[in-house]
Structures are given as C-alpha cells and as structure tokens.
C-alpha cells in the first residue's frame, strides 16, 4: 500500500465533518466572498483529503470544475469589456488518434484555420470543429498557462470530445474540491474573477454568499438545486447577502424562519450583481458612475 493511501487512512478520522449526513457548508473563496456547497458527509472528506494530498482518486473524471471555471473567468474579462474569446475545453480519450495527434485532457482549443484547400470555412467554434474530421488544421490550444499550435491532419480528433467555454484561456481551478465547484459554482467564480481585475473590493461592505450556473449561451446565472441546504450553509457562515439566478425558485426554503441579517437578491447577470453590491457601499473601481451605467 503506497504512502498516500496510508496517510489517507490515518488522517481520515481527523477531518470527518461533524455533520455525516448530506449538508451545507459555506466555503471562503476570500474574505467576503462564500461559495455555497453541499457536503457528503465522509465521502466527500475522503476527496477532500484526497486532493490535498495530491492523489487522485481512480474514476474521478469530473470536468464540471474546470468548464465553469473557464466559463465564470471568460464572463469577468467579458464585463471588464475584453474582445469575446471562446474555445473547447477537451476531454481525450487514451489511446485514441486526437491524443497521438498531440490533444490532451484539459486544452483549452481555438482558433481552428483550414487548410486553404478546404471547402469549409471558418464559422463558430463548434461548427470548425465538427468539420476538423473532413480537412487538416492548425489549432491554437492553452495548456498549463502557455498557448500552443498544433497540426491536425483530417480525422485526428477522434477520440475527443469538446464543450464550448466563454474563453481561450482559463487560470488554474482554485483549491478547493469539486464538490465544491460543480456547475452552481459560476456565480461566484465570476464575482471572483472580476474583484480580482479590479481596484478596491466588490466584497468591502458585505460579506457575500452566492450560488448559480453559468449559460454560455445567455451569459446569464441559472438556478441550482438544493437550496435550502446552501440557504442554511449562508446563515450559519453569517453572510449579509445571498445572490442567487433571477429564476432560482425561492418555495423550497419557504418554510425556513427567515434570517433578518441576510438579504436574498436575485440577478441575471454580472453587471446586475455588480450593481447590487456597488449601491450597498462597495469600495470597488466598478461602484464609479461610469462603470455602473449598466
């Protein structure tokens, strides 16, 4: 049995939460800023102290993390008014043609250029890249920080598959689980992402708990599910704020005895966000008034 496994063994019993069963906790993305998460009870410690200690567990082939990492970055640079970028985030099977055609698990893929002797002309990223099996490429993909070029002959990216992603590049995943940043992660990962662009702190008056999706395709926040866990998991971390998708339905924590300290706003967007948290005393670069005419 290898050292790690070892290590896992012992030091379980030491980071067992104290709620077994399925719950909310709140996770500190920074001072002010809480991701709302659900816990598993000891499988999900078991992850935890997995990826702490570098080991990865087999069949733990999630890609929610990173997907809605990329797109909640791609949104922030959008917002603080960039040129739109969009790529594939790739998923590559081993062996397969797309990973001897030099491919990997986790590129970032864009830019796509046909061979002039191609019939297919450069479109949307998902059209050129249904149409890489028919003509040879050149691809721009990013991996770990550094931008590549790849040639690709006709019918290399078998084996691959992708998901548009709102950029071309993507920060590492911040170190926390992926129970913790699935898809319900893209509202804060956003707020994040911008807060740290900018002067001062969107987070300097409040301290601000969210939760919702990311649609690459609105660019607006959707709902998520379980929300009177996270709901519990904000009042128990004292969160002021809870920012939720405009059309997160609220019947399921009807029942819960409202806590007077915390205001729930719902939002479809960034800059709505932005807005909400500038007019509660934000010291942010974004709360000027030329940034605000949203």
């Not at 001072?31 to 990865?56: C, F, H, I, S, W």
């Not at 922030?76 to 797309?98: D, H, T």
Request: net charge positive; glycine share 6%; hydrophobic share 35%.
């Amino acid at each position: 049995m290898s050292k790690k496994i070892v290590a896992l063994i012992i030091l379980l019993p030491l980071l067992l939460p104290t709620k077994l069963t399925s719950h909310g906790e709140a996770v500190s993305i920074t001072k002010n800023l809480q991701m709302l998460v659900v816990r598993d009870g000891p499988v999900n410690n078991l992850m935890r102290l997995a990826e702490n200690t570098g080991y990865k567990i087999p069949g733990d082939k999630s890609t929610d993390r990173y997907i809605q990492n990329a797109d909640a970055y791609g949104l922030a640079m959008r917002y603080l008014g960039q040129p739109p970028q969009e790529g594939l985030y790739l998923k590559v099977n081993l062996p397969s043609k797309a990973y001897k055609a030099g491919l990997r698990s986790g590129d970032i893929l864009s830019n796509i250029r046909f061979k002039p002797n191609c019939k297919f002309s450069q479109k949307n990223i998902l059209q050129d890249w249904f149409n890489t099996y028919a003509c040879e490429s050149q691809v721009t993909v990013n991996r770990s920080n550094n931008f590549l070029s790849l040639r690709l002959p006709a019918g290399s990216t078998l084996g691959a598959s992708g998901n548009r992603v709102l950029t071309n590049y993507a920060p590492p995943t911040l170190k926390v689980t992926n129970q913790d940043t699935g898809l319900s992660g893209g509202l804060v990962l956003s707020l994040y992402y911008l807060d740290k662009e900018t002067k001062g702190s969107l987070f300097s008056k409040d301290k601000v708990a969210g939760s919702g999706m990311i649609n690459p395709v609105t660019l607006e926040f959707s709902a998520i599910s379980e929300l009177s866990k996270k709901y519990n998991a904000a009042v128990e971390s004292k969160s002021t704020i809870l920012l939720l998708a405009d059309d997160q339905p609220l019947a399921e924590i009807s029942s819960i005895k409202p806590e007077s300290s915390l205001t729930i706003k719902k939002i479809k967007n960034l800059a709505q966000a932005v807005k909400i948290l500038c007019s509660r005393g934000a010291d942010d670069y974004l709360c000027t008034k030329k940034k605000l005419n949203i």
